[in-house]
């Protein structure tokens, strides 16, 4: 986004502290090491089944159906990372003297919080370069009970990056590159709560 899409994102006296956006390299989540193998398994056994049926003369309306199972597991397997990779593109996250924004669709879609207002959680990935910050009420669960109650009630992907999917935190920045600059800017502007760990 250019500096003037930027300046539509903000209300009247808001000023930028930091801007940063998804990494788009980074298409893998947690939920990967699963999710990949069953979608690769799934799109095998629906192209076997589309194939089959296609050459076996079956009816056309099962034909069809196994068609439309078939296109549903090339996304699955394939599709949904295109779609992540070109939506992280067309995401930017700001941090503002007032608010934490994130812009997605090139601005069409917009969410905000306040910052100061709800505690936020900062988390550095495992690699060591990007982080995840989450403005939310939602904690870690303290016990398997807790995570099976968290996951009905908000689904098995809820806290993860899926696009579409429903994350239970208010507002998410998912792999932010620059971390230490993002950390600066919360612990800046957000003095009620004290610096982020």
Wanted: aromatic residues 12%; without cysteine.
């Amino acid at each position: 986004m250019d500096d003037g899409q930027l300046s539509r994102l903000l209300e009247p006296g808001e000023s930028i502290v930091w801007v940063g956006a998804p990494d788009p390299k980074v298409i893998f989540a947690p939920q990967d090491v699963v999710l990949v193998p069953t979608s690769v398994f799934v799109l095998v056994a629906g192209a076997f089944v589309f194939v089959g049926s296609s050459l076996a003369g079956a009816p056309w309306m099962f034909v069809a159906l196994t068609g439309a199972f078939f296109a549903v597991a090339v996304y699955a397997a394939v599709g949904r990372f295109l779609y992540k990779r070109i939506d992280r593109r067309r995401t930017v996250y700001l941090i503002t003297d007032r608010r934490a924004v994130m812009a997605r669709k090139n601005g069409s879609a917009v969410q905000s919080v306040p910052i100061g207002e709800r505690p936020n959680r900062v988390d550095l990935r495992a690699d060591g370069k990007r982080g995840v910050v989450r403005w939310a009420a939602m904690r870690s669960p303290e016990s398997l009970g807790q995570l099976v109650s968290f996951r009905r009630q908000y689904g098995w992907a809820a806290g993860t990056y899926w696009p579409g999917g429903v994350d239970p935190a208010d507002l998410s920045f998912w792999d932010v590159s620059d971390f230490d600059a993002i950390k600066k800017a919360l612990s800046d502007r957000t003095p009620t709560h004290g610096p982020p760990s």
